[in-house]
């Protein structure tokens, strides 16, 4: 079993940044390919980036790619998700997610067993 607690969200201007942390505790958490969804209000919860257990891969959503950066601090037991050049269109819940056993770089939310509770990012123009 794994736990996810995300934090660092909040409300911003258009063209700000910001930086999430998720801290996982409950197993070893190089075991687990991690990964960022979000969710805005009256759509479906989409993937937004992925780095593999070691953190040499990285995968983005093109709608984040070039401004938004995914990395791991193993030793930590927390991933980070980078935003850059915040848009209005970012606005969302934002998720954390470990994937199973054995999966390596996934985008697909049913390739990730544990689920964080999520942090509201609010951008504003």
């Known amino acids: 079993q794994v736990q996810l607690v995300e934090s660092g969200g909040g409300l911003v201007q258009a063209g700000d940044s910001l930086r999430l942390s998720c801290t996982a505790s409950?197993?070893?958490?190089?075991?687990?390919?991690m990964g960022w969804f979000r969710q805005a209000p009256g759509k479906e919860r989409e993937f937004v980036a992925a780095?593999?257990?070691?953190?040499?891969?990285?995968y983005y959503a093109d709608a984040v790619k070039g401004r938004f950066t995914i990395s791991r601090d193993n030793a930590k037991n927390t991933v980070y998700l980078r935003m850059n050049s915040l848009k209005p269109d970012d606005t969302a819940v934002y998720y954390c997610?470990?994937?199973?056993?054995?999966?390596?770089?996934?985008?697909?939310?049913?390739?990730?067993?544990?689920w964080g509770q999520g942090t509201q990012v609010t951008v504003s123009s």
């Open positions: 997610a470990a994937a199973g056993d054995g999966i390596g770089i996934a985008t697909i939310a049913s390739r990730f067993h544990y």
């Open positions: 409950g197993r070893t958490f190089s075991r687990n390919t």
């Open positions: 780095i593999s257990r070691g953190g040499s891969s990285t």
